[in-house]
């Protein structure tokens, strides 16, 4: 069984028990010889807090010299997080083996209607492999609850109830009093720990014996003293400067973790990390226990990303969270506040964002899980609350969050919040992992690969590129000239030597690139004139390889792009193919008559058009995308959407096709995770606007030089330049006499060093050669030829037949030249 094969299993498990109870999470660890019996635990339960507090004993016990295992949830971007030991994510190697020991068991169970639940079997997980590794302690946070939460499986050491508010009351209470009578049952061998107050207080005294308070002398709530003072003296930078005072002992420390209300968790956790350390007869001066306090980090907990302007995550997801959130940015001192906002659908909307602070302006959002509100409900909670400004609805997490940076200035703040699952996705943009490998040959590339957890068909098809070769050789000086320019091209390295050629003595010659690159070089150079085809077979000699055949079609020739519009209102053939079996039927047409890449489109660009819905867009592209994918042909989808686009490449698009220049942020993060061949057009506005006048000093340059910015945005996203396409947008923002300019000029976009599209098909340019705009076919079967002779890579056309004849044309010309 590899990696991502158990972690599938665990994320297929339910996610809610269908019962209440601890048997099946029981049976499971009994199954594996009831690994909790040998821990030392501490179980930390609470509506908010609980994961700071965990994380704060764990860091204490560590700095204490003990081995600390930490179960924590939910995780933020791998599964992997919610178990560490000593501070280190659990291996892969240890998922794997824990699913393979349990799987027939948790089939068995769900065969008899009993199966484990995520969180049951992820709890499991981190007391098999707490165990396993012999850890000194084990710190539990707790989920949900704590009667039948399955850390309750444990018999804790020493146990804490952080704060109580109301959530989950459909599983624990509809008071604060009875969900606090539900957590107090982690109450363990020491006396329970707890910063509660007030009713809640009251609730867990009459279910615990004994109790250690936690919390500030001056609150209001509470009838009588603390029995740990914490006492909060502000924020210095990043950190905030804290105080605790107990029976016998006190320490002052600052916290790396924001905020008045984490004095009380750093107390709760302080008196935690002291009844384990009497209980094992391990030393914990004040000291010690200062620097665990202060080293302790929570990632999304407040966390600061930037300073300029100030940007925040924290995921807070309840009302009470929310305050603390309000209360500790309320200490920093900005301009205008921009609020990204996601949460899920079983919270209280309306009390959360009452509770945060009032927003210039809010971005909506949805986090990528069935459980998220939608955007659109959301921003009419904070339009009836009236708590900001100006209210965007968003999309995705990381375009929402991308427009609220983008639109502040730099003394303003940008919060994230409303749920861990949102600042999850959020905290991909700073935390991304870019690890440089050495990799020789396939072997090794195979190795890295399947580290990454590529699937088998996948290292398959990538291992040839991920092997980088260095070949140093000697060549005339044309030759030299010829490799360095097409080793560029496709973007590897060429250093010659910088000796005299005077006598045209032979040049040492430094290539350095991909296997991929060198397998399109070695292409390149056969049946080259200068003694290059020789070359060639030396280097493929040198390097082992064979020379595969094109992997794209505008790679050998000019490749034909025919167009499927399923939009009513497009320029040309609005309307005429929105029927799927209709379509279809075109595709299969196009694709007889010579096509190679069909592009679906489902929104107009044409001039006045109205923007369509990404919802919309989506019901319309991705059933064709899924009609015509097993046709011989590519599969383009034309859109400047990133969810559109994420949702075509998964029915089976192959091309993304943006008419924007991924203008949309959030499709550079699916260029990265799919590697696509994308288009990349040069426009003004899209759709178009028809008053639009734009003034160029030359056509041809500043749309090269606009495009070289978008080049470098989508390479940013990992994307080879064979696989950038450009395209320089005729009819987007430019005079007809400059499109003209464009066509003719073609070649100078070679410059860039990307395969060239040009999109010509009855654009309103040919008018001034005598035909009507949306019906000329006359001229753009010249342009089409015009253009494959001047080395357009692509030609993005209507009709078809007549355009494969004129790019063919055109072809039959060049072949008669070399004979």
């Known amino acids: 069984m590899e990696y991502h094969e158990a972690a599938n299993f665990l994320f297929d498990l339910r996610r809610y028990p269908s019962r209440k109870g601890l048997d099946a999470t029981r049976a499971l660890c009994e199954s594996l010889g009831d690994p909790q019996d040998d821990l030392v635990c501490v179980q930390v339960a609470g509506s908010n807090g609980k994961g700071s507090t965990a994380r704060m004993v764990e860091r204490t016990l560590r700095e204490a010299g003990l ?37 027939e068991h948790t089939l068995d169970a769900a065969a008899a209607g009993d199966c484990p639940t995520f969180f049951e079997s992820t709890t499991v997980l981190a ?16 989920g949900i609850g704590g009667r039948y939460d399955a850390t309750s499986v444990v018999d804790p050491l020493a146990s804490a109830v952080t704060t109580v508010t109301l959530e989950h009351t459909d599983l624990l209470g509809d008071t604060e009093a009875e969900i606090a009578r539900d957590k107090a049952q982690v109450a363990g061998r020491s006396p329970l720990v707890t910063a509660t107050t007030g009713e809640a207080l009251a609730a867990v ?68 990390a002291r009844q384990v350390a009497d209980a094992l007869d391990v030393p914990l001066d004040e000291p010690t226990l200062a620097r665990g306090l202060a080293s302790a980090h929570w990632p999304g907990r407040f966390e600061v990303m930037e300073r300029d302007p100030l940007t925040v995550l924290d995921g807070a997801h309840n009302p009470g969270s929310c305050v603390t959130v309000a209360e500790t940015l309320a200490e920093f001192d900005y301009d205008d506040l921009h ?55 968003g999309g995705n997490v990381p375009d929402a969050l991308a427009r609220a940076r983008e639109a502040a200035a730099p003394g303003d ?75 560029l091209s496709l973007g590897g390295e060429c250093a010659t030597s910088g000796l005299s050629t005077q006598d045209h003595e032979p040049l040492d010659v430094v290539l350095m690139g991909t296997l991929s690159q060198f397998k399109r070089l070695l292409a390149k150079l056969d049946d080259q004139p200068f003694g290059l085809q020789q070359v060639a077979d030396r280097l493929r000699e040198t390097l082992d390889v064979e020379t595969d055949p094109p992997e794209y079609p505008w790679e050998a020739r000019t490749a034909v792009m025919g167009i499927i519009n399923v939009t009513p209102d497009s320029f040309h053939d609005g309307g005429e193919y929105n029927a799927l079996a209709e379509a279809r039927e075109r595709a299969e047409a196009m694709v007889e008559a010579g096509v190679d890449i069909l592009d679906v489109g489902g ?16 019901e319309r592209v991705v059933p064709l995308v899924e009609a015509v994918a097993d046709l011989d ?30 203008d949309d942020p959030g499709m550079r993060e699916v260029l990265a995770e799919y590697q696509p061949p994308t288009v990349v057009m040069h426009s003004i506005d899209a759709p178009v606007d028809p008053d639009t006048d734009v003034e160029y000093d030359d056509v041809v340059e500043d749309v090269v030089e606009q495009l070289r910015e978008r080049v470098l945005l989508a390479e940013k996203s990992g994307l080879d330049r064979s696989r950038i396409i450009v395209d320089p947008g005729l009819g987007f923002g430019k ?51 015009l253009a494959a002779d001047r080395g357009a890579d692509v030609v993005r056309v209507h009709d078809v037949p007549e355009n494969v004849v004129a790019v063919r044309t055109a072809h039959a010309l060049d072949d008669a030249d070399e004979e």
């Open 67 to 103: 081995d600390v295992g930490l179960f924590t949830s939910p995780h933020l971007s791998d599964l992997r997080e919610r178990v560490r030991i000593d501070g280190r994510k659990v291996t892969k190697r240890a998922v794997r083996e824990f699913v393979e020991a349990t799987r």
């Open 205 to 272: 005294r009459d279910e615990v014996e004994s109790v250690v308070t936690v919390g500030a002398d001056d609150d209001t709530d509470r009838a009588e003293p603390p029995d740990v003072r914490a006492r909060y003296e502000g924020r210095e930078g990043l950190s905030g400067r804290i105080a605790l005072d107990g029976p016998d002992w006190s320490v002052e420390t600052r916290l790396s973790q924001l905020g008045a209300h984490q004095t009380s968790n750093a107390g709760v956790a302080a008196v935690l």
């Open 127 to 142: 007391l098999w492999a707490f165990a396993r590794a012999e850890v000194d302690v084990a710190v539990l946070e707790v």
């Open 603 to 618: 929104e107009s660009t044409r001039p006045g058009a109205d923007p369509v819905s990404v919802e919309e867009e989506i």
């Open 339 to 393: 609020l990204v906002f996601g949460a899920m659908s079983d919270k209280d909307h309306a009390e959360m964002v009452a509770a945060l602070p009032r927003a210039d302006h809010v971005y909506t959002c949805r986090a990528d899980t069935d459980r998220a509100e939608s955007p659109e409900a959301l921003a009419r909670v904070f339009r009836a609350e009236d708590r900001a400004d100006e209210v965007h609805v």
């Open 633 to 662: 042909a590519l599969v383009s989808v034309d859109t400047r959407k990133a969810p559109v686009a994420r949702a075509a490449l998964e029915a089976g698009a192959d091309i993304i096709n943006d008419v924007t220049g991924l």
């Open 735 to 785: 005079s007809k006499r400059e499109n003209f300019e464009l066509l003719s000029r073609l070649d100078e976009f070679h410059a860039l060093g990307c395969p060239v599209l040009i999109g010509h098909s009855h654009k309103s340019m040919f008018s001034l050669v005598g035909e009507d705009a949306g019906d000329a076919s006359a001229g753009t079967i010249a342009a089409s030829a």
């Open 413 to 487: 703040a940008v919060l994230l919040t409303g749920s861990l699952y949102v600042v999850a996705e959020a905290r991909e943009s700073w935390v991304a992992p870019e690890i440089p490998k050495r990799v020789t040959d396939l072997k090794e590339a195979r190795a890295v690969l399947e580290s990454a957890d590529v699937t088998e068909g996948g290292v398959w098809r990538m291992r040839g590129k991920g092997v980088h070769r260095v070949v140093k050789t000697r060549v005339r000086p044309r030759q030299a000239q010829y490799l360095k320019e097409e080793m």
